[in-house]
């Protein structure tokens, strides 16, 4: 998908994501865990480099309802945002790592938004259709799991 789509689509999934999380969708024993709470502070520090004024106050996967309700506050000034950040080929931004550019970053989070919705879609679908639980450990695979 090119970056407009995921720009596009960015609303809808973090709707599909926080959706998965009130049905009961369990993420403890995933990457995502950690990821995604992560991936909620980069977005709202790029977003801030930008001019936006993303504050969290929360922990863990609550991160993201309360990056949500921020962005419904004020979607159309974000948005415009991020089509500025899209379109902005040399803003750049400080990291851990050294600098980066925004839009880089940016594009980064939406792909990541993207792949976690297509993620927690089939992990639902999976969970739906009674599925066995799934070990997320490469190395256990082809082992019998049993969920209590």
């Known amino acids: 998908m090119e970056v407009s789509g995921y720009y596009e689509q960015f609303k809808r999934n973090v709707d599909i994501i926080l959706d998965a999380l009130r049905a009961g969708l369990e993420l403890r024993t995933t990457p995502l865990e950690t990821a995604l709470p992560l991936e909620v502070y980069v977005l709202c ?15 863990g996967l609550a991160r993201l ?7 419904l506050q004020h979607e159309t000034e974000t948005e ?4 500025r950040i899209l379109e902005d080929k040399r803003s750049y ?3 851990p790592e050294g600098r980066v550019l925004t839009k880089e970053m940016l594009i980064r989070c939406l792909e990541f938004f993207n792949e976690t919705a297509r993620l927690v879609n089939v992990m639902r679908i999976q969970q739906a259709l009674g599925s066995p639980y799934q070990h997320p450990h490469p190395h256990l695979q082809g082992l019998a799991v049993v969920k209590k």
Do not use: K, P, S
């Not at 520090?45 to 922990?59: H, K």
């Not at 309802?65 to 962005?71: P, T």
């Not at 415009?80 to 089509?83: E, K, L, N, P, V």
């Open 45 to 59: 520090e790029v977003l801030n480099q930008g001019g936006d004024r993303f504050r969290l106050t929360t922990d």
């Open 65 to 71: 309802a309360e990056f949500r309700d921020q962005y």
């Open 80 to 83: 415009a945002i991020m089509r």
């Open 93 to 95: 931004m400080r990291t």
